[in-house]
């Protein structure tokens, strides 16, 4: 096994968690320390909050979140699809096309069920 074929996808790796940790690491380093009351106050709008901050979400709220999120995702299995159509041929298409014929079933029946109704 060649492991240099790797070397390209551990780079990217190594750039990207040095990217999302290092200016974490500048900032908790070179960032001031100068705290305060205002500052280590709950709220910094210059009153304080009408309700808890703790208030109720309805859960139609998280359940149009998921439902986006899980279609939107499997929206995104079409495009590797649609670049190796020609090298997949029948078998391939027709695979996604009965995925495609699920998504639209689940679609269809979340529909149905209001799941996408916002009142």
Do not use: H
Not at 51 to 67: G, N, P, Q, S, W
Not at 84 to 95: D, M, R, Y
Request: aromatic content about 18%; glycine content about 8%; hydrophobic content about 55%.
């Amino acid at each position: 096994m060649n492991l240099d074929q790797y070397l390209p996808v551990i780079l990217f790796i190594l750039v990207g968690v040095g990217v999302g940790v290092a200016p974490q690491v500048l900032g908790f380093l070179l960032g001031p320390r100068k705290p305060d009351a205002a500052k280590n106050s709950p709220y910094e709008c210059g009153f304080e909050a009408f309700e808890d901050a703790r208030m109720k979400f309805d859960v139609r709220y998280y359940l149009i979140a998921i439902l986006f999120i899980l279609f939107d995702l499997e929206i995104a299995f079409l495009f590797p699809w649609a670049v190796v159509l020609k090298e997949i041929g029948a078998v391939g298409f027709w695979s996604m096309m009965s995925f495609l014929t699920i998504l639209v079933l689940g679609f269809v029946y979340m529909w149905k069920k209001g799941a996408l109704d916002w009142e």
